[in-house]
């Protein structure tokens, strides 16, 4: 199994930045997607976007598409979320992920998963 461990979860006013970062205990770059999902309680965990190995592509669901910026240090085994213009929508815990396959948006189907990172936009 791989170990992921979220950070840089906080308060922010809306409009506002933060990014996210998802430390592995493997070298990640070229080997795996990695996904981010998030989750408020009482809902369903969604996908909000996805890499591909090596950085070559990703995709992102929704209205984050033009906001959160997903990418994988390549020197490091850390994968990074940059949120911009957050919404108070955009409130939940935030989680890295790795898929069993490749990218998708079914929860499901990923098979390591960190504790999560709260994010809250006022």
């Known amino acids: 199994d791989v170990q992921l461990v979220e950070s840089g979860g906080g308060s922010v006013q809306a409009g506002g930045s933060l990014r996210l970062s998802c430390a592995a205990s493997?070298?990640?770059?070229?080997?795996?997607?990695m996904g981010w999902f998030r989750q408020v309680p009482g809902k369903e965990r969604q996908g909000v976007t996805c890499i591909w190995p090596g950085g070559r592509k990703a995709y992102y669901v929704g209205d984050v598409k033009d906001r959160f910026t997903i990418s994988i240090d390549t020197a490091t085994k850390t994968a990074y979320l940059q949120m911009n213009s957050l919404k108070p929508e955009d409130t939940a815990m935030y989680y890295c992920?790795?898929?069993?396959?490749?990218?998708?948006?079914?929860?499901?189907?990923?098979?390591?998963w960190g504790q999560g990172t709260q994010v809250t936009v006022s």
């Open positions: 493997i070298y990640i770059y070229r080997s795996y997607f």
């Open positions: 992920a790795i898929p069993r396959s490749d990218c998708t948006n079914n929860p499901n189907l990923y098979s390591d």
